[in-house]
């Protein structure tokens, strides 16, 4: 079992900046891709970007460029820093964690991100 703590998000400006984190508690974080996805009101839950236990990232194209993940292993802590936010940004964003070696996932509760002037 693996509890996730998200937290960092908030109200930004367009064009600002924020910085997510996810703290992973109760297994061994290194066996888990982790991965930050996001929901908007009215639209499905949509990745946003993964990183591999090895350190491999992949994200959605609307971000790239902008939001880069990475994680600590040592910390057990995945961060998403996200640069030139847009409204199109806002969204409840959610940590999760999925095991290389049995595909068990687990999910935050999810951490509000609105872009707004």
């Known amino acids: 079992q693996v509890q996730l703590v998200e937290s960092g998000g908030g109200l930004v400006q367009p064009g600002g900046s924020l910085r997510l984190s996810c703290a992973a508690f109760?297994?061994?974080?290194?066996?888990?891709?982790m991965g930050w996805y996001r929901q908007a009101p009215g639209k499905q839950r949509e990745l946003v970007a993964r990183?591999?236990?090895?350190?491999?990232?992949n994200y959605a194209d609307s971000v790239k460029g902008r939001f880069t993940i990475s994680r600590d292993n040592a910390k057990t802590t995945v961060y998403l820093q996200m640069h030139s936010l847009k409204p199109e940004d806002t969204a409840v964003y959610y940590c999760?964690?999925?095991?290389?070696?049995?595909?068990?996932?687990?999910w935050g509760q999810g951490t509000q991100v609105t872009v707004s002037s």
């Open positions: 109760g297994s061994i974080f290194s066996i888990y891709v």
């Open positions: 999760n964690s999925q095991s290389v070696r049995n595909n068990a996932e687990y």
């Open positions: 990183v591999s236990p090895g350190g491999g990232t």
